[in-house]
């Protein structure tokens, strides 16, 4: 995020929080789980999401936003699962803002939705400072990255409730101290919670799940209580 | 870069490219080659330009800024190579300005400096968008990331000169075809250059250290001409 300073700045900031608390509340009404994720460009959020989709049972309810600057790729990728999915094209925008959520929603019916997750547009920075109405944003790393990540790209990992360490089949091959990484992540947040993820393998992909049934169980009303 | 329409950013933007013409008159008048390296958060700029200034005669007189949001550990790990840098923490900027530039080279004598090196932001989004009063742009993109990233980030491809394929050793292990990642490359700048590196095997060294022979020879003052 850039000149924050400005008074310009915060009146966009402002308003784009106005908007995502809105968005929060009719998320809250819905009982939808809405996760916002953030990371570097190519560190593998699609690719999560792909396997994050073909786990899933059909019956799930999930709908997903992708934002990217450029192309709808992404969007395509995901659609062959059978979920609703739309694109986002930011044009030159370097992150989603709260309103293009508030847009892309306006003709999906809120009650079909049980858990909502956006793909952000590839920056480890601009995103960060844009509140979506998520109930918690998760920042996907890439092994292939570096492990002082964490330390150079504080505000990300100060804001996640999750970390995903990806591509982690590439270990063998990169300079890259996974328990650094992980450090360097809880000098930005004690008690940030972490999954270490290889899509190609498919290690990691349960406790991932598990991550998200338990986030979604947080929000679905107890049972036997009256909607 | 975001909310370029505004007409707040547009004099943001405005005042950057008149600090960016005047350090560009300096550096021609200082016969100095300016280079901005632009790429994701961990493609691998810096440890491009440690095999780059670990290559070069110690008569080479390389001067090198970073920027990076929190942290100078490039700039620690590139002061071992006995070079002139300077880093510049942007605090909450996700990219470099040109007056970060014009201060930070306030106390340097340009006379000393051939060749200026700038690492900029990891960012490949915004930092397209701000002039530092450079010869040439690189842009920086990893095999470990995908070889659709010239079409989901348009602008930084449209305007490098040369674009600089990083980890090429891990080829064997990731889903990325080089070839692809040119073409597409390619389909926003014709006949940008472009040089394959593996930082690890050295392959691709001399070629990108033929290139940036080639941008100095440019900018030097023809032999035997009045200075």
Redesign the interface.
Known sequence: ??????E?EHK?LNENSRIAEHLRAHFADHNILCLNIIS???AGKTTLLERTLESLPPETRVAIITG????D?DAVRLARYGFPVKHITTG????LEAPMIERALADWDLDDIDVLLIEN??????PASYDLGEAAKIVVL?C???D??P?????IFFKAELLVLT?T??LP??CFDIEAAEQNAHRQRKGLEVVRVSALSREGIAPWLEWLGRKRDAVRPAAGAVA
């Open positions: 995020m850039h000149r924050i300073s400005s310009h966009i570097a460009p190519g990217d600057i450029q192309t790729n030159g925008a370097c992150h547009v590839g920056n480890l920075v601009c890439s292939a990255e570096g002082d990540k330390l150079k790209y504080p505000a591509k089949d590439l091959y990169v």
